[in-house]
């Protein structure tokens, strides 16, 4: 940034000086998590890998996608560097250990596989987004000032601790202030639509069937529906991706929900031309019973009221 007289302009470090306070606080709460087996979880993921392998009769696989290449080995030298660059790749045998190609001079990075590093990696997109920017979604971070009396959605689409996704999203209303009716509809109903889908989820549930008994979004907002209503969870956005009913028979396919899938249940609700929209996410845990929450992050009560 320059003022018109080409001089530099000054910047205040102090603004993007980290809390240690905050960051003490945060790696004393992580500390009192339950602890993870961290070569258990990377031979289990290989051994899923392998047994697919064996089910289908195939000696092996080549895999290139980064996040393939980490679920089967655990290793993520330069993950995103690597989604747009052929750099690395490996081969997975249907039984013994994977074989990692990698890139010059870092063959260092999976010598001690199955190891992986205990922290967050990368977020996927920049979804952080307020008043006329909620509307319609998929507008990403701007310099945009937050104001006061408008609705802040956030996708958080963030690849974390282990290379697993987080997506979950929310909307608040910036204050001070109090909510509009407008937008108390618009979140009522996206908070209407999430919870309703989650209510249907259950091992053996279709594909199909999910559409044709997923909550019906008005009218007119239906130009604007998200586009994936529930979609898998895992190192990325996965398999299955569930259209709406009315994009089913464009893009939709069979297939049924089994128990222990994890999933993000969407909702987007904003009217074409509207002014604001709001973006509600949930990620659930597919269990015998139905389903339990991953996160518990709550909902706002007084756009609910």
């Not at 080995?73 to 660059?85: I, K, L, P």
């Not at 898998?232 to 297939?255: R, S, W």
């Amino acid at each position: 940034m320059e003022h018109p007289d080409n001089r530099p302009a000054e910047i205040d470090t102090a603004a993007f000086k980290l809390d240690d306070y905050d960051l003490e606080r945060v790696r004393g709460e992580m500390a009192r998590l339950p602890a993870v087996d961290e070569e258990r979880l990377c031979l289990n993921r290989l051994a899923r890998v392998q047994a697919e392998l064996q089910k289908r009769d195939l000696g092996g696989m080549l895999l290139y996608d980064p996040v393939n290449l980490r679920y089967a080995t655990g290793c993520r030298n330069m993950q995103v560097w690597a989604m747009r660059n052929s750099s690395r790749y490996c081969l997975v045998p249907a039984e013994g250990k994977a074989v990692v190609f990698d890139f010059m001079q870092c063959e260092h990075m999976s010598e001690h596989l199955p190891t992986v590093a205990l922290d967050g990696d990368y977020t996927e997109s920049r979804m952080v987004v307020s008043g006329p920017r909620t509307n319609p979604w998929y507008t990403e971070a701007s310099d945009r000032r937050i104001q006061a009396g408008e609705l802040l959605g956030i996708d958080t689409n963030m690849i974390g601790p282990l290379g697993y996704s987080t997506d979950m999203s929310r909307t608040w209303l910036c204050k001070p202030g109090r909510p509009t009716e407008t937008q108390k509809e618009l979140y009522r109903l996206a908070h209407e639509q999430v919870h309703h889908n989650m209510a249907l989820l259950e091992p053996g549930l279709g594909f199909r069937e999910l559409a044709e008994k997923s909550w019906r979004i008005p009218e007119k907002y239906a130009d604007l529906e998200c586009g994936c209503i529930v979609h898998g969870i895992g190192m990325c956005n996965e398999y299955p991706q569930i259209a709406p009913l009315n994009a089913f028979g464009e893009c939709g396919y069979d297939g049924h929900f089994e128990e222990n899938m994890t999933v993000s249940v969407e909702s987007y609700i904003g009217a074409p031309g509207g002014h604001e929209g709001v973006k509600l996410e949930e990620m659930v845990h597919i269990t015998g019973e139905g389903t339990a929450l991953v996160g518990q992050f709550p909902f706002e009560d007084d756009l609910l009221s």
